[in-house]
């Protein structure tokens, strides 16, 4: 986690062993959102606007509590509502925090052209750096969850940093800290794994939902957001949430081979134009022969 | 006649063969030198975009974020200017028998061995490929450009266009790259001649009647002789 500088491997003039040399530490972080307890009352929505500093927007009804429609540049944190009917006719109201997945293999990174403007962390956080960003928007192609979004003032892109601003100095993200059902975890990415399979092991066993299941989806490589899911085996229910999510196939054919075909045969090419100069050289005028000359 | 002859053969040309004779109008070649800005433009930034190993093309304009702002305006710009020359030279471009023998032995063109092919008239062949395939181009680049321009506006339902946008723009850009290299080549170092013609509007008769004879019988009054 952020304390990585902290642990000590080796010290001048010391005797005897380094306290706490070889102990096993974990920096990769993780937030864990159980959708089975969360009941929806947008704290972490207005904690994250709180913490990253921008103010409410204007929400927009369309016959559900959701805010509005998708995350937007300066509302990275959406709790998107679903009221799914099951097979028996009763009703469940689906919520789920929507925010950056932090991805494994972030497709933004893949797709980005900007010199800096997305860093991957070590602890897993993917990272926007505006300074460097160009509002290309090619991020929002790579994005295989819908994330990153253009503002049109500042003409660059935006999302959620997992409040790395707070990670890096030991404080959990807003979001979690104001989650009052404690269905929002933070911590390293093997306690949140094991935590939710805990507790879908438990939604399975004792609360009767048998596809109960943990998404950290392998497309991309795990993600540092996991979901606890009553149905994991349809997560699109959960407000559009991707079954398979991986980086889109024309991003990486455009970023691999289409680059490395279209880099050579611009070399190529002129390579192949300069050899033919040398080989036949230029074409020059000739004479006109005398019965071509002159007006007819 | 062989490679050597060609390089070396000393010049015979005569002081009637040396006239001038006009080949574009000032409105043709405004319109071909800012095709050519804005097209450079987007191959700056566009290459800049391309590889990171290019991206310090960036710099060169003004910055990424400059850049970024300006790429699909010179695209609209380019987009203006290949409209104009379609308005122009598109009638002039249609193909004909002979440039269909010309292009069976377009081998003998890239040998340099011209007198091996029919006379030509105000475009060869090449050029009008050239001409098709950058109209073609411009009208794919804009389309897929507006997705990218406008990325965040193509809702979350239609993103595949997302997907088909950006590689149609990179491919297509290619192709263009490709042809774009090729007629700069020719215009300024291949066909001496050909970068002036551009620039001041005319050509010699010489120039004419060894590269564009059928044009020459016609800008000259000369009946074309049987070939």
């Known amino acids: 986690m952020s304390q990585a500088s902290t642990e000590i491997i080796k010290i001048s003039g010391h005797a005897g062993t380094v ?222 949430l991707p079954k398979d999510p991986h980086i889109p196939y024309s991003v990486w054919l455009w970023k691999k081979p289409l680059k490395w075909l279209g880099n050579l045969a611009m070399i190529g090419g002129i390579v192949g134009l300069a050899l033919h100069y040398l080989r036949v050289g230029p074409k020059r005028e000739e004479p006109i022969p005398p019965e071509d000359r002159g007006p007819s | 006649m062989s490679t050597t002859d060609t390089v070396r053969r000393p010049r015979t040309t005569t002081d009637f063969d040396e006239e001038l004779i006009p080949r574009y109008s000032f409105v043709e070649r405004v319109n071909h030198w800012f095709g050519a800005l804005t097209y450079s433009y987007c191959l700056i930034t566009g290459l800049a975009f391309w590889t990171p190993y290019l991206y310090w093309l960036a710099a060169i304009v003004g910055g990424g974020p400059t850049a970024r702002f300006w790429h699909p305006w010179f695209g609209l710009f380019f987009t203006v200017s290949q409209f104009l020359m379609f308005v122009q030279w598109g009638g002039d471009m249609e193909m004909d028998h002979d440039d269909r023998v010309w292009a069976d032995n377009i081998k003998a063109y890239i040998n340099n061995e011209d007198d091996k092919l029919p006379p030509v008239g105000r475009f060869n062949w090449g050029q009008k490929i050239y001409f098709w395939a950058m109209v073609g181009s411009t009208i794919l680049l804009l389309l897929s450009g507006f997705v990218l321009w406008y990325v965040e506006a193509v809702p979350w339902s239609f993103h595949i266009l997302r997907y088909v946008a950006i590689l149609i723009h990179a491919s297509v850009a290619l192709i263009t790259i490709g042809l774009f290299l090729i007629h700069v080549y020719m215009s300024t170092l291949l066909e001496e001649g050909s970068f002036a013609s551009m620039v001041y509007g005319t050509v010699t008769r010489a120039w004419a009647w060894t590269f564009h004879r059928k044009w020459y019988y016609q800008v000259t009054g000369k009946s074309r002789p049987n070939q």
């Open chain 1, 19 to 240: 306290p706490g040399a070889g102990l096993n530490r974990e920096f990769q972080v993780c937030k864990l959102v159980d959708t089975t307890t969360c009941i929806g009352c947008k704290a972490c929505e207005v904690a994250c606007l709180e913490w990253n500093g921008y103010t409410f927007s204007q929400t927009t009804f369309a016959n559900s509590y959701q805010t509005m429609p998708e995350t937007a540049w300066n509302y990275w944190n959406l709790i998107k509502f679903n009221e799914h009917e099951r097979d028996d006719g009763s009703m469940m109201l689906l919520m789920r925090k929507d925010q950056c997945m932090h991805c494994e293999e972030p497709g933004c990174l893949e797709a980005c052209p900007a010199d800096g403007a997305i860093v991957q962390y070590a602890n897993g956080i993917v990272d926007f750096q505006e300074a460097h960003c160009i509002g290309c928007g090619y991020c929002v192609t790579g994005c295989p969850f819908n994330i990153p979004k253009f503002s049109p003032e500042a003409h660059k892109v935006f999302k959620c940093t997992l409040c790395n601003d707070r990670v890096s100095v030991g404080l959990e993200p807003a979001c979690i800290k104001a989650c009052p059902t404690g269905c929002l975890h933070f911590g390293t990415k093997s306690d949140m794994k094991d935590l939710a399979e805990s507790r879908a092991e438990q939604l399975r066993d004792v609360s009767g939902f048998a596809d109960a299941g943990v998404y950290d989806p392998a497309g991309v490589g795990g993600t540092h957001v996991i979901y606890v899911l009553h149905d994991a085996k349809n997560p699109e229910l959960y407000g559009g």
